[in-house]
């Protein structure tokens, strides 16, 4: 940055830093909106859960044994 020599030098370059902290600031609110959204409890699940291939044969082997807790558990507590 050269030296400031002249009052009408020292307003334009502070016009031009307060701009850039404008610009600056919405970028920074924007991104700070963009985390707020994917930190959600949902779209944390929602994200979790496109990370797994559901495949038929791991929901045979999840949806079997889970099935036979949960019928074992309902059946225990009557």
Same mark, same amino acid.
């Given at each position: 940055?050269?030296? @400031? =020599?002249?009052? %009408? +030098?020292?307003? $334009?370059? @502070?016009?031009?830093?307060?701009? #850039?902290?404008?610009?600056?600031?919405?970028? !920074? $609110?924007?991104?700070?909106?963009? =985390?707020?959204?994917?930190? #959600?409890?949902?779209?944390? @699940?929602? $994200?979790?859960? &496109?990370?797994?291939?559901?495949?038929? !044969?791991?929901? =045979?082997?999840?949806?079997?044994? %889970?099935?036979? !807790? %949960? %019928? +074992?558990?309902? !059946? &225990? #507590? #009557?």
């Amino acid at each position: 940055m050269s030296k @400031i =020599t002249s009052t %009408a +030098g020292l307003k $334009n370059s @502070i016009q031009m830093l307060l701009e #850039k902290q404008e610009v600056e600031k919405r970028a !920074l $609110n924007e991104q700070l909106l963009e =985390t707020y959204e994917v930190f #959600k409890p949902v779209n944390l @699940i929602k $994200n979790m859960l &496109k990370g797994f291939s559901f495949s038929p !044969l791991l929901l =045979t082997k999840l949806l079997g044994p %889970a099935l036979g !807790l %949960a %019928a +074992g558990y309902f !059946l &225990k #507590k #009557k």
